[in-house]
């Protein structure tokens, strides 16, 4: 017995944004949540004090947003019961408290993401990107014209109002730097008509990383910022004394901002903060006394909790998952910490199926490993490499793992030098290394598994997303532990991806290998494309032709090359989807096709799924 390709689509991905909101009858809850079976979209749901759920966003609208590519913070709750909400399909703004969606934006190339309602005022603040330029605006819920409070640097973030409504905070950062190398903390004085004068930076700077900031009261905010080598909680005072750190310790309190508008704490009624924190072996919640300092935890069995979370009326709403159950919108008491699940619960494999992961450090390179189902000796094992490079992989439910794992395909989850959630420190073993770093990291595990009797060293296969895909090209032209590889939506040759990609991550390679044209050199050495005649063995490419992040060009060129030496490949391509797969048709393919991959390098039976054929083999 084995777990269905359908399964996994069914159950893919989880909740993004939460709010919480206090009513005379209790806490409403909201989130939004992919819908594979509905092509992919993302519907907001409301869940009413009395356990009612209903869809607040009508058939046929996708809540999301395009701002720096991965989209940003794309609705909020209207204090009446409705909606505002930035549509995928025309990237404007619209608000919804009647039988149909009205526009709040004109018709154009604005994009609107990081949405947030300040207090007191009849409209909805937001980051606009316009081509690569981007303000804070306000946006009238009335439908009025669009007025800009802020012009400031190249990208912004996490726009918040005081208390008193005299002030305006946000963070901002510049190339060449990404979030979570440097970011600055601002705030400035709103005059009368809501326009931000000159800005003084309170917090953050070149090479200190603030990814959060709320209000406390009107002279002074906490702000989630890394100048001890870890995102720790601090207060930051605007008379510019010095910022005390409320959580002097060794733990992660914030993540690298991919998407603007991820929360990894908020402000509770009595003053205490809610947080997520730990590690990226496990990522706990949490209520801070800012006070006295203690912490205590609130997440009971969770393993992990995703950066977003609200809390109103004594209670908060994050999203958790275990090992054995998926991401899941959760209502916690702060005062007892009781939980209760609020989101539909998803239709879930035999517990048999699903595989019981171990947190390992191999030659100190952090991993989690999900054995295979009845293993038996060394066995298939294949190296699940994250994307980013900047981000992790969690421990938690994850059925595209155990998709593998029920079928006697052991999987190995490396956290990579550069990997978030270990700390500063961690996280730059990455500079001007991608390429290097990650490569052995990952071989460095495989040769690990085989080394402690788990995997068959002629069995060995390394398969990843974006960074993961430029990391498993690169593993395989740059080591001999591989006998072939799975690449989604990949990057394979850095200096012209560096040219073609878009404006956010354009110079994100910068700090990864080298700035241009001074180290061209390493380009060239590193390049998968540029080196595609060394490769190990056979590579399947998997990509979305609307991808506007790693163009498909990258995988039609890796493959042209790796045929031109007479290497084995394959090339999936797939209309309608871009950086990440989400419909449930192409989910399923995707499955589908990996899986026969590996039968083939593997030499080993998969039933039940499509035949792959890899072009050079003989």
């Not at 992790?392 to 190995?412: C, H, K, Q, W």
């Not at 959630?421 to 690990?448: I, K, M, N, S, T």
């Not at 590579?539 to 498909?552: F, K, R, T, Y």
Request: net charge negative.
């Amino acid at each position: 017995m084995s777990i269905r390709p359908i399964d996994v689509a069914r159950t893919d991905g989880g909740p993004q944004w939460v709010e919480a909101v206090a009513t005379p009858s209790g806490v409403e809850v909201w989130w939004d949540e992919p819908r594979p079976h509905e092509g992919g979209r993302r519907c907001v749901v409301r869940r009413l004090p009395d356990g009612s759920r209903v869809d607040a966003l009508p058939s046929g609208w996708n809540a999301r947003n395009r701002v720096v590519e991965y989209g940003g913070r794309s609705w909020r709750p209207l204090p009446a019961g409705g909606l505002v909400f930035t549509n995928w399909a025309d990237q404007r703004l619209y608000r919804l408290d009647g039988a149909d969606p009205v526009a709040l934006t004109p018709e154009g190339p604005s994009r609107y993401g990081d949405l947030c309602l300040p207090p007191g005022r009849d409209e909805v603040w937001a980051v606009r990107e316009i081509d690569d330029v981007r303000d804070l605006v306000a946006v009238p819920l009335d439908g009025g014209p669009v007025r800009v409070i802020a012009k400031a640097h190249h990208f912004l973030m996490n726009p918040r109002i005081s208390p008193d409504g005299r002030h305006v905070a946000w963070i901002g950062w510049e190339h060449p730097n990404m979030p979570w190398d440097g970011t600055e903390l601002c705030v400035a004085t709103l005059d009368e008509d809501g326009v931000a004068g000159a800005y003084e930076v309170v917090a953050g700077g070149p090479s200190e990383s603030v990814t959060q900031s709320e209000w406390r009261d009107d002279t002074s905010l906490y702000a989630v910022t890394d100048h001890t080598g870890w995102w720790n909680v601090h207060l930051v005072r605007l008379d510019g004394s010095p910022a005390r750190n409320l959580t002097p310790m060794e733990l992660e309190f914030g993540t690298a901002a991919w998407k603007p508008g991820l929360t990894c704490f908020a402000v509770a009624e009595d003053g205490r903060l809610v947080v997520v924190y730990g590690t990226a072996d496990h990522r706990r919640l949490g209520v801070l006394d800012p006070g006295s300092g203690e912490l205590r935890e609130i997440g009971g069995a969770a393993t992990h909790w995703s950066p977003t979370v609200s809390v109103a009326g004594g209670k908060a709403v994050a999203v958790g998952a275990t090992p054995y159950t998926p991401l899941e919108v959760t209502l916690v008491g702060l005062a007892d910490g009781a939980h209760e699940v609020v989101s539909a619960h998803k239709p879930l494999p035999d517990r048999a199926l699903l595989p019981t992961p171990e947190a390992m450090t191999i030659e100190g390179v952090h991993t989690h490993l999900y054995p295979p189902n009845e293993a038996q000796g060394p066995g298939p094992y294949v190296i699940f490499v994250h994307g980013g490079p900047t981000g992790n992989l969690p421990i938690m439910l994850d059925l595209e793992i155990a998709y593998f794992t029920s079928r006697g395909i052991g999987v190995a989850v490396v956290n990579y030098g550069g990997s978030t959630g270990y700390g500063r420190a961690y996280r730059e073993r990455l500079r001007h290394q991608w390429g290097v770093v990650d490569v052995h990291d990952c071989a460095r595990v495989a040769r690990g598994l085989v080394e402690l009797g788990r995997a068959d060293a002629a069995k060995l296969a390394i398969r990843g997303g974006s960074a993961g895909g430029w990391t498993t090209v690169a593993a395989l032209v740059h080591s001999d532990v591989f006998a072939g590889g799975v690449a989604h939506f990949a990057i394979t040759d850095p200096e012209s991806w560096a040219a073609e990609t878009h404006d956010f991550e354009s110079r994100y390679l910068d700090g990864l290998v080298g700035p241009l044209p001074e180290t061209r050199q390493r380009y060239t050495e590193r390049s998968p494309l540029l080196n595609a005649f060394r490769a190990s063995g056979p590579c399947l490419m998997l990509h979305g032709l609307e991808d506007a992040i790693v163009d498909v060009g990258q995988a039609e060129r890796f493959t042209a090359e790796l045929d031109k030496h007479g290497k084995e490949w394959a090339l999936l391509t797939f209309p309608g989807e871009q950086h990440g797969w989400r419909r449930e048709e192409t989910i399923v393919a995707v499955l589908e096709a990996e899986l026969a991959f590996y039968g083939l390098i593997f030499d080993m039976e998969t039933p039940g799924v499509p035949p792959l054929t890899l072009k050079g083999r003989a």
